[in-house]
């Protein structure tokens, strides 16, 4: 699939003022006190039940796909890995189900490529990362692409309001 076909597939969505502006500030970090979405109104100069309700559209909406802790498994002594799957097209449905059985497994994602089932395998050591790919090729009876991360970087997103 083209880019272009990509782009007209793909809604775009229509972030307001404030919703760029919690974003941007949410980056940063969810303050550590009582009532961290009123210190986020404060900051924001708006009401705490106007952050939470952008919040849930957001979230409802898939414009944010997660809302939560990144927790860094090498540093908690795990170990993890992006792992993707060339799933045919009548199969998706039985792969996914296959592939999301596995409590290792944490996201599970349908790209538009060749390799158009993405996922991430965390576990308690490399060689358990390994063992799962192994299982998931076993049951599912498709080669998984490994590729582990050699280098991190953190790429923050800026969203002018």
């Known amino acids: 699939m083209d880019k272009q076909s990509r782009q007209a597939t793909t809604p775009v969505a229509e972030l307001t003022a404030l919703d760029k502006r919690i974003i941007n500030l949410l980056q940063r970090g969810l303050p550590v006190v009582e009532r961290p979405f009123l210190e986020i ?3 924001l100069g708006c009401h705490e039940d ?7 559209h957001l979230m409802t909406n898939k414009v944010l796909t997660r809302f939560g802790p990144m927790f860094d498994a090498v ?3 795990g170990a993890f890995t992006l792992a993707a799957l060339a799933v045919p097209e009548p199969e998706f449905e039985r792969v996914t189900e296959q592939v999301n059985s596995f409590d290792e497994v944490a996201h599970n994602y349908r790209r538009s490529h060749d390799f158009n089932m993405w996922f991430v395998v965390g576990a308690e050591s490399a060689e358990q ?5 192994n299982d998931i090729e076993s049951k599912t009876g498709l080669p998984v692409l490994n590729t582990p991360k050699l280098e ?3 790429v923050q997103l800026y969203l002018p309001a």
């Open 152 to 154: 991190e970087f953190y």
């Open 50 to 56: 106007e952050v939470l309700e952008r919040l849930n």
């Open 129 to 133: 990362v390994n063992n799962v790919i």
């Open 41 to 43: 109104a404060q900051q």
């Open 75 to 77: 540093c908690l002594g």
